[in-house]
């Protein structure tokens, strides 16, 4: 299904459209409006946009901009620039919740008591570990040996905790979302409109969500870096030619033969093709 890719990618971001259209009406006329340090309004809006859309666009993003023939290098700068600005985001959302929560002064109801509130922290914790640790690991990969340990198995941890928080965000979220509808809206249970715009707007990030995560995790829409690094060496351009033309031998420098002749040889560095067929 290599040709399904930019249809699921322009649908997600319908979805996406959808999910931030509704969230906006429905915080705006449904649960409140946009008060800063009042329950609901900005802390919704922050947290969806951050762990929501952002860590969505985020996680597909090497697959969007590979096809796009950018860099390897501009493409890991972008996703790490797209995580800051979440992070960001972040913090401006958790301390709206804290000062609308704050200003409730409801007697007896103390903080962070709710599954939401729960799975929230847990996910932000989550989140800037793996931020710290990716940081550290891709800000160090150039300087790593070939076969460290950790070019095999890092990688693949990294992408993993990726999906995994993706999924706790919608849940956070969700659960958020919830919440907000069965306290801020008196008749939620009569399946009124307000209700039923908050809902449209919970199935719209289940949407995106699932629609990401079908575009991550297929193995045929993974990035090739090959395609968007730079070949530096004759080696390099050996393991290129190897991959798109697996039946095609590339010999460097040293290995090419005395028995090459001038009309298959450009110099002492340059390169020579014998099929493995004989041919």
Known sequence: MPSLFWPLVVLSQLFAGAMLVTMVIWLQHHVGGFVWGAPGGYHPLLLTLS????????????????????????????????HTVIIILLIAGLRAAALAKDAQEIHGVVHNHSLHSWLGYFTVILFC??????????????????????????????VFFGIFMFSLSLASCLTGLNELSIYKIAEYSSGVASGNIGNIYGMSMV?????????????????DKTSTQNIDSP?????????????????????????????????????????????
Do not use: W
């Not at 590979?66 to 797209?82: D, F």
């Not at 570990?129 to 890092?154: I, K, M, W």
């Open 129 to 158: 570990l793996q931020f710290v640790a990716g940081c550290a690991y891709y800000g160090a990969e150039r300087f790593l040996r070939q076969d460290h340990p950790l070019r095999a198995h890092y990688p693949q941890v990294h």
């Open 235 to 279: 080696q390099q351009c050996q393991a290129a030619y190897h991959d798109a033309l697996p039946n095609v031998h590339v010999m460097v420098g040293d290995d090419i033969t005395d028995d090459v002749t001038d009309d298959v040889m450009d110099g002492g560095d340059g390169l020579r093709m014998q099929s493995k067929d004989g041919v």
């Open 51 to 82: 762990l929501v859309f952002l860590f969505g666009e985020a996680l597909i993003s090497f697959r969007v901009l590979s096809r796009c023939r950018l860099p390897y290098l501009a493409q890991k700068a972008i996703h790490a620039s797209v």
């Open 207 to 223: 949407l995106f969500g699932g629609s990401i995560a079908f575009i991550v995790t297929r193995s045929e829409y993974k990035t």
